[in-house]
């Protein structure tokens, strides 16, 4: 699986990290770690990112490390967030396969999440690696957290550890720490998810008290989060509608009624309790229903921390900036991947031949065209 995912990885970013270089943020974060006011000298350069982003405590001793071990080497920064995009795949890989779902649909939706366009900046921009970074914490705690679920509650002392490491790196996985408990009660039921759910809520309650009273960002107020929230909502929908259809020109209405009318279609279906052929392996339709919502939802959840921040920050906004969707951009992968995978279910139940083989032949050809851009 890693062997195959570093493959697309190289052929993604190598000829970036061969002929590009730092940008914006890059040059500044450079010249703060290895000349910061006081002095050179690493426990200065530390100082001096206290002073900056006390808020994300991670970043204090991350940021001028990578300066310290890396130097002004350009090439050396963007292959470590060639390396960390990589690492984003491959843990999202391992959740998804601890959560049933079959090797190749895993792999090809991790390999997906390598090439997503819209949040390019997390994989191209040395800056952009703070998210990466965020959210490879979060993927590990989340794998750790489900195979404990089975397992003793020591497990989770681990899992709690990586959240906060995750939020304090970069708030952006807040909202999903405190929701993350919901899959555990799917997993396991309320009873034994309870606690774990309860320890996972307080992390982020405390991690979140941490971020706003160390940061000097003023929020919007009730009236400005409620505008910005619409216009998540907005170029959200605009951004999902082209992750479903990325080629040819932007039809956001017409891309979300069809995934409207996919899921309705494999709900009726699911719900009037016609056998899946007896070929079709244990993933079936109700599986594919519950990866295409369960996406939508971390997508949703994904840009909540953007809510009280800047208008600026929108979903459908290019540039080093679009790491906004750094997260969301996974959950939008996953949902248009579902979608394919409920219509390859239902083209399968059509009895031709082989229908597993048939269902599973739609939804990587799906795919394909679903991330062709």
């Known amino acids: 699986m890693w062997v195959v995912l570093a493959g697309v990885a190289v052929l993604a970013f190598l000829p970036h990290i061969r002929h590009g270089g730092f940008y914006s943020d890059d040059w500044s974060n450079g010249a703060l770690s290895l000349l910061p006011p006081e002095g050179p000298g690493f426990g200065h350069a530390i100082s001096a990112y206290a002073d900056l982003t006390i808020y994300r405590p991670v970043l204090v001793i991350y940021v001028p490390l990578t300066y310290a071990v890396f130097g002004l080497h350009m090439h050396i920064h963007l292959l470590w967030t060639a390396f960390l995009a990589l690492c984003v795949a491959g843990l999202l890989y391992g959740v998804l396969r601890t959560l049933g779902v079959p090797w190749l649909h895993a792999l090809v939706i991790a390999a997906l999440t390598l090439l997503f366009p819209?949040?390019?900046?997390?994989?191209?921009?040395?800056?952009?690696?703070?998210?990466?970074?965020?959210?490879?914490?979060?993927?590990?705690?989340?794998w750790i957290a489900l195979v404990g679920l089975s397992r003793s509650r020591r497990w989770h002392a681990g899992a709690v550890s990586l959240y906060m490491l995750s939020i304090l790196t970069y708030e952006i996985t807040l909202p999903l720490v405190a929701a993350i408990g919901l899959l555990y009660v799917l997993r396991v039921g309320w009873t034994r998810a309870k606690m774990r759910w309860a320890v996972d809520f307080g992390v982020a309650i405390a991690a979140?008290?941490?971020?706003?009273?160390h940061t000097e960002r003023t929020a919007s107020g009730p009236s400005g989060a409620i505008s910005?929230?619409?216009?998540?909502?907005?170029?959200?929908?605009?951004?999902?509608?082209?992750?479903?259809?990325?080629?040819?020109?932007?039809?956001?209405?017409?891309?979300?009624?069809?995934?409207?009318?996919?899921?309705?279609?494999?709900?009726?279906?699911?719900?009037?309790?016609?056998?899946?052929?007896?070929?079709?392996?244990?993933?079936?339709?109700?599986s594919?229903?519950?990866?295409?919502?369960?996406?939508?939802?971390?997508?949703?959840v994904g840009w909540v921390a953007f809510i009280p921040?800047?208008?600026?920050?929108?979903?459908?906004?290019?540039g080093?900036?679009?790491?906004?969707?750094?997260?969301?951009?996974?959950?939008?992968v996953i949902a248009a991947y579902g979608a394919c995978g409920i219509v390859g279910?239902?083209?399968?139940?059509?009895?031709?031949?082989?229908?597993?083989?048939?269902?599973?032949?739609?939804?990587l050809l799906l795919a394909a065209v679903d991330g062709g851009e």
């Open 118 to 142: 819209w949040f390019d900046s997390t994989r191209l921009w040395v800056t952009g690696t703070q998210l990466s970074l965020s959210i490879s914490f979060f993927l590990a705690g989340l």
């Open 208 to 213: 979140g008290i941490w971020v706003s009273l």
């Open 228 to 286: 910005h929230l619409g216009q998540i909502i907005t170029n959200g929908g605009t951004l999902f509608g082209r992750s479903l259809l990325p080629l040819g020109p932007q039809r956001t209405t017409l891309a979300l009624l069809l995934f409207a009318l996919v899921l309705i279609a494999g709900t009726a279906t699911y719900l009037r309790g016609r056998e899946a052929p007896e070929s079709e392996s244990r993933w079936g339709l109700g």
């Open 288 to 300: 594919w229903l519950l990866l295409a919502a369960g996406g939508v939802v971390v997508a949703a």
């Open 309 to 318: 921040a800047d208008p600026y920050y929108t979903p459908s906004i290019y």
């Open 320 to 332: 080093v900036t679009n790491r906004v969707n750094g997260l969301s951009g996974l959950g939008l």
């Open 345 to 363: 279910s239902l083209v399968g139940r059509i009895r031709l031949g082989r229908p597993g083989v048939l269902a599973l032949a739609v939804t």
